[in-house]
């Protein structure tokens, strides 16, 4: 069973550019999260889908966008980088309503310049 | 408010039992989370245990949860120089469906041989 795919594994970006970030679930899991990773904030959680409707968000600027897709994959989008948005992006997946835990996968390390 | 808390390190030798403290917020209705973290890599789950029980074992892993002290705390028995790595203590409640996690700040343990 294949894990949670995320592409691209690393991304450099120019502030003032946007970016997209995928994220493939489980087969078969239907809710999608994403959380960012830095050195001073720690693990955040961004957003949460689930049959393509977003059912939590995090405190992130409006900035930071995501959807989902009828075939579960997630994309989320950050317009107008900053510096402060370098960070490794995790997307996790879960069957149900997570409770269960969600599995995540290797995320995007994204560098902003 | 949404807060958990963790040590920042832990140093043990090979062979030896690593404990590793959460302490988190209080709700009845409470998933909580051990995730493992190695260098360059996603998240990886290592157990969750439901705020209804007291202790889960899978393995060499043991999971106490104290809910009067509002304390979690992840026991490795037979530590090995593979379990080097960050550890995640982490909370989803009822009341945002489960579907966010609150992470602590992480416990890097180092194994030495």
């Known amino acids: 069973k294949a894990g949670v795919t995320q592409t691209p594994r690393y991304l450099i970006k120019t502030r003032g550019q946007q970016v997209t970030l995928s994220c493939s679930p489980i087969?078969?899991?239907?809710?999608v999260s994403w959380y960012q990773q830095t050195p001073g904030q720690g693990l955040q959680f961004l957003f949460e889908?689930?049959?393509?409707?977003?059912?939590n968000k995090g405190n992130f600027p409006g900035r930071f966008s995501g959807r989902q897709f009828s075939n579960s994959r997630s994309e989320m989008n950050v317009s107008t980088l900053e510096l402060g948005d370098s960070a490794l992006y995790l997307c996790?997946?879960?069957?149900?309503f997570g409770g269960g835990g969600y599995t995540f996968g290797s995320g995007t390390r994204l560098t902003v310049v | 408010g949404e807060d958990v808390e963790q040590s920042l390190f832990l140093s043990v030798r090979e062979g030896d039992s690593s404990v590793i403290n959460c302490t988190y917020t209080?709700?009845?209705?409470?998933?909580l989370y051990w995730y493992k973290q190695e260098p360059g890599a996603g998240l990886q789950l290592l157990t969750y245990?439901?705020?209804?029980?007291d202790m889960k074992q899978d393995q060499r892993l043991t999971v106490l949860l104290n809910k009067k002290d509002k304390h979690l705390s992840l026991r490795i028995a037979d530590t090995q120089t593979g379990d080097s790595a960050i550890y995640f203590c982490?909370?989803?409640?009822?009341?945002?469906?489960?579907?966010?996690?609150?992470f602590g700040t992480g416990t890097r343990l180092l194994v030495s041989p």
């Open positions: 996790a997946s879960s069957s149900e």
């Open positions: 087969s078969g899991h239907r809710s």
């Open positions: 889908y689930f049959s393509e409707t977003q059912r």
């Open positions: 209080d709700s009845s209705s409470t998933y």
């Open positions: 245990i439901f705020s209804n029980m």
């Open positions: 982490a909370e989803s409640h009822m009341n945002t469906g489960f579907q966010k996690l609150v």
